[in-house]
């Protein structure tokens, strides 16, 4: 299924842990590294640097949305939609910190983020003139049609928006955003989407009740702002863990900062240690 060209305006809207298939990437600074299953910190920036409060980082995703590790996700995230849509019977897709949705890249934040797109998203569209991988193309076909749709010319969609142009009768999503600020946003985003439901809730805390879905396939995306990293990969492990009980065969996709590779390394081998799936 390809992204909706249709005509209607959306005014501004719009790495996994256990299993028996795996794919693997990285990429460096906001730099994140996913793995995927199918059953067949972002540390926010003004242009000085993070913004501390009470010792966590205050994120805003739209310093940098459309870089270089946005691009990295939004094209592993498609692939893993269509992989799940190869057989007909329908999933549930849950994004547990699904942010605004839609982004503009000439905003004022993405102005603060020193315009980060243009080594991500718009980098890729000027490589990617001539005949792009049939995936990159099928990520650039949204991308102009997020920009078609919203009327915003530098429009840049999150991963609720990618997903939600996606979804055929069968399927539907679960967005959560605990931000309230930013769940209005994402409301708006989607507000034309039938498929999917917007919740202002606690991802993490939410995820449980979503699983087992009543389709018995699903995908769970867990790329949360990683404002306190610690508390995050935590918070990661527990969620994994809970859900691989109650949904042992989804696949689940995490996101997470590349920054230290022996630290990413020691907290990795903790999760396979803990995790009873296989990798």
Not at 67 to 96: C, I, M, P, S, W
Not at 197 to 222: F, K, M, Q, T, W
Not at 230 to 251: C, P, W
Request: include cysteine; aromatic fraction near 6%; glycine fraction near 10%.
């Amino acid at each position: 299924r390809r992204c909706n060209h249709g005509g209607s305006r959306a005014g501004d809207r719009a790495q996994h842990c256990g299993g028996r298939g795996q794919t693997r990437g990285a990429q460096e600074g906001r730099g994140h590294q996913s793995a995927g299953q199918e059953d067949s910190g972002e540390a926010g920036h003004s242009p000085e640097g993070p913004q501390r409060h009470s010792g966590r980082v205050k994120y805003r995703h739209a310093f940098h949305a459309g870089n270089f590790a946005d691009v990295h996700k939004h094209v592993v995230l498609l692939a893993l939609l269509e992989a799940l849509q190869r057989k007909d019977k329908g999933f549930l897709y849950v994004d547990t910190h699904a942010g605004d949705g839609l982004y503009d890249l000439r905003g004022a934040d993405a102005r603060q983020g020193a315009h980060e797109s243009a080594d991500g998203i718009e980098k890729l569209r000027t490589a990617a003139a001539g005949s792009p991988p049939a995936l990159v193309a099928h990520y650039l076909e949204c991308v102009a049609a997020a920009r078609r749709m919203s009327g915003i010319r530098h429009a840049y969609p999150g991963s609720p928006w990618l997903a939600a142009q996606l979804l055929r009768p069968q399927d539907r999503a679960v967005c959560c955003e605990s931000r309230t600020e930013a769940f209005v946003a994402l409301r708006r985003a989607l507000r034309d989407a039938a498929r999917v439901s917007c919740e202002n809730l606690d991802g993490y805390e939410r995820l449980p009740a979503l699983l087992p879905p009543v389709e018995r396939r699903g995908l769970v995306l867990i790329d949360p702002p990683y404002e306190d990293g610690r508390d995050d990969r935590r918070r990661i492990g527990q969620a994994l863990e809970a859900a691989l009980r109650r949904f042992a065969t989804g696949v689940y996709a995490v996101w997470y900062p590349i920054k230290h590779d022996a630290d990413t390394n020691r907290w990795l081998d903790a999760l396979r240690a803990r995790l009873a799936q296989p990798w």
